[in-house]
C-alpha cells in the first residue's frame, strides 16, 4: 500500500486547506484511513480518521467543528477540508492505513503504512 498526500501549504489564520490522500497498492483490506500531525519538537498526533465504509468519523477535540474528512472510495482518495486554521494547526501531516479496528484510530501504532507527509504552515 503506498500513500501520498498532497495539498498543504502557506495560510494565514482563519484560511482554509484541503489535505488528499491517495491510496494505492493492496488498499482493499485497508479498514481506517487516519491523519496525523508533528509539529517541531512535539510528538505526532492523531488528527481524524475514517472508516472503509465510510460509517465512522473521528477528531481530535482540537480539530472538531473545524476539520472534515471524507473519502472517495472510487477514487481511493481521503480528504481532509481544514478550515478557520490556527497557527497551531500549523506542522507535518501524514495520512496513514490500518488494517485493524478504527476504534483505536488515535494511537499512530495502530497503523500499518505511512505517507510523506505534506507541510502545513499556519500564519498569523
Known amino acids: 500500500v503506498q500513500l501520498v498526500e498532497s495539498g498543504g501549504g502557506l495560510v494565514q489564520a482563519g484560511g482554509s486547506l484541503r489535505l488528499s490522500c491517495a491510496a494505492s497498492?493492496?488498499?482493499?483490506?485497508?479498514?481506517?484511513i487516519g491523519w496525523f500531525r508533528q509539529a517541531p519538537g512535539k510528538e505526532r498526533e492523531g488528527v481524524s480518521c475514517i472508516s472503509s465504509s465510510n460509517t465512522n468519523t473521528y477528531y481530535a477535540d482540537s480539530v472538531k467543528g473545524r476539520f472534515t474528512i471524507s473519502r472517495d472510495n472510487a477514487k481511493n482518495t481521503v480528504y481532509l477540508q481544514m478550515n478557520s486554521l490556527k497557527p497551531e494547526d500549523t506542522g507535518v501531516y501524514y495520512c496513514a492505513a490500518g488494517y485493524g479496528s478504527d476504534y483505536y484510530w488515535i494511537s499512530a501504532s495502530h497503523y500499518d503504512y505511512w505517507g510523506q507527509g505534506t507541510q502545513v504552515t499556519v500564519s498569523s
Open positions: 497498492g493492496s488498499i482493499f483490506s485497508i479498514n481506517a
